[in-house]
């Protein structure tokens, strides 16, 4: 009998075992923050294969996106970064992704490789952090990253515990479930957050700090992690590119990230490039709020600059070839009529830079005194209208494949490039 009741308490003991972690799963699903979840799950749970992977901060995440490499070059990628991301974190982060991909290219935003802290102490920062940890799956690798990050002393375990098990910081946040929570959804866009908004910005100081002019990093720990990520892409035979994305910097930040040229030039399979001396975007129509975030036009741009210069310097094959990689289509199709949805009720410069990069046709008619603004004919120029349509006082242009439907008043219509149906309007744009 003794034996017996030792055997059923066994069993009790297992079926308690399994439904408590049945339950603490079904619970940190509901209520773990789903920002990481949203852009990163699929890298975690997909089982394609990328030829370029990107990490880095917000620079990164809002500035590179990889359904239109995928689109305009063939190029399969992952846009890793994330926001406020340091690169302690970021170190991290490419220790666990180059365990499950091999990829052929590895580029890294270097911007928050000015800073010298391993993470900033601030609530923000610490919540930020969960956007780019949380959606790791727990493992001996997240473990140690975030015992790094965290500087996790014996007497730190709570905090440690707060990250490797999101729940025990989430678990009070009943009272702002929302019905994303209860059905969250994975974003198609393959990490990449477009900013469909527009703030205008200013010239950067060129004349100032020309492309040769350079300062001292003055940030041991952000060279430190930079450092360790050019070894581990060395030791794995991995092409790394050091990069600087466009953003409203001042002279000093520009001077210092010059001087990352010298670092990469240390290592045989690292290269720098720097796209502030590029002429790549536009600050009065490119940026998306005063830091100089690259808004979704900018973000096409600079995407575009990478497509050339990735497909020019290391023969990538074309995915576009590939039947494995047909989903990307529909990915784009979901994520271009996203774009659309904010087009109804957007300004005049807005609604033009939402159309930047789009590969879609559309129809805009402006009036003379909207043709003297010159962010107005920069976008416009972006989106292939010649210089002669901008010289007749008014404009009424079609763009190739577009029917010739206008709208009331100053408008911009856009149009399905397979159907030619209708995709969304915004009218009155004076």
């Given at each position: 009998m003794a034996e017996r009741g030792k055997g059923r308490f066994l069993v009790q003991a297992v079926c308690f075992l399994l439904g408590f972690f049945v339950l603490f799963a079904a619970l940190s699903r509901l209520l773990d923050d789903k920002m990481g979840l949203k852009y990163d799950g699929e890298f975690f749970t997909g089982r394609e294969q990328y030829q370029v992977l990107f990490f880095g901060s917000s620079h990164m995440f809002n500035g590179v996106l990889p359904l239109q490499l995928y689109r305009d070059y063939g190029i399969a990628s992952y846009n890793l970064g994330m926001t406020n991301e340091y690169p302690s974190t970021t170190y991290w982060r490419m220790v666990d992704a180059l365990d499950r991909q091999d990829p052929d290219l590895v580029v890294v935003d270097v911007y928050r490789a000015l800073s010298d802290a391993k993470i900033g102490q601030s609530d923000s920062d610490l919540a930020f952090l969960h956007n780019s940890m949380d959606s790791m799956p727990l493992s001996l690798t997240k473990v140690r990253a975030l015992a790094d990050i965290l500087d996790a002393k014996p007497g730190d375990l709570d905090n440690l515990f707060n990250f490797l098990f999101p729940l025990a910081q989430f678990h009070s946040r009943y009272s702002t479930l929302t019905e994303d929570d209860f059905h969250p959804y994975g974003m198609e866009s393959k990490g990449a957050m477009p900013l469909r908004v527009h703030c205008a910005g200013t010239p950067l100081p060129l004349a100032e700090v020309p492309a040769g002019s350079t300062a001292p990093l003055d940030s041991p720990t952000g060279e430190a992690y930079l450092r360790r990520m050019l070894e581990l892409c060395a030791g794995r035979e991995i092409p790394v590119v050091l990069l600087v994305l466009p953003y409203q910097a001042p002279a000093e930040e520009m001077a210092r990230l010059n001087g990352i040229a010298d670092l990469a030039a240390e290592y045989p399979g690292a290269t720098f490039l720097n796209?502030?001396?590029?002429?790549?975007?536009?600050?009065?129509?490119?940026?998306?709020?005063?830091?100089?975030?690259?808004?979704?036009?900018?973000?096409?741009?600079?995407?575009?600059?990478?497509?050339?210069?990735?497909?020019?310097?290391?023969?990538?094959?074309?995915?576009?070839?590939?039947?494995?990689?047909?989903?990307?289509?529909?990915?784009?199709?979901?994520?271009?009529?996203?774009?659309?949805?904010?087009?109804?009720?957007?300004?005049?410069?807005?609604?033009?830079?939402?159309?930047?990069?789009?590969?879609?046709?559309?129809?805009?008619?402006?009036?003379?005194?909207?043709?003297?603004?010159?962010?107005?004919?920069?976008?416009?120029?972006?989106?292939g209208v010649p210089e002669q349509a901008l010289a007749g006082g008014e404009l009424a242009w079609q763009s190739p494949g577009a029917p010739a439907q206008f709208g009331s008043g100053d408008s911009v219509i856009a149009f399905d490039p397979e159907t030619g149906a209708e995709l969304a309007r915004a009218e009155n744009l004076g």
């Open positions: 796209l502030l001396y590029a002429d790549v975007v536009d600050p009065a129509t490119d940026f998306a709020d005063t830091e100089g975030h690259l808004n979704s036009a900018g973000a096409a741009k600079v995407t575009d600059c990478l497509g050339q210069w990735i497909t020019a310097r290391y023969g990538l094959a074309d995915c576009r070839l590939d039947p494995a990689y047909d989903s990307w289509r529909q990915n784009l199709a979901s994520v271009r009529r996203q774009q659309m949805n904010a087009l109804p009720g957007a300004d005049r410069v807005t609604a033009l830079m939402l159309l930047v990069g789009q590969d879609l046709p559309f129809t805009v008619q402006l009036s003379a005194p909207a043709l003297q603004d010159p962010a107005t004919c920069s976008l416009l120029r972006a989106l």
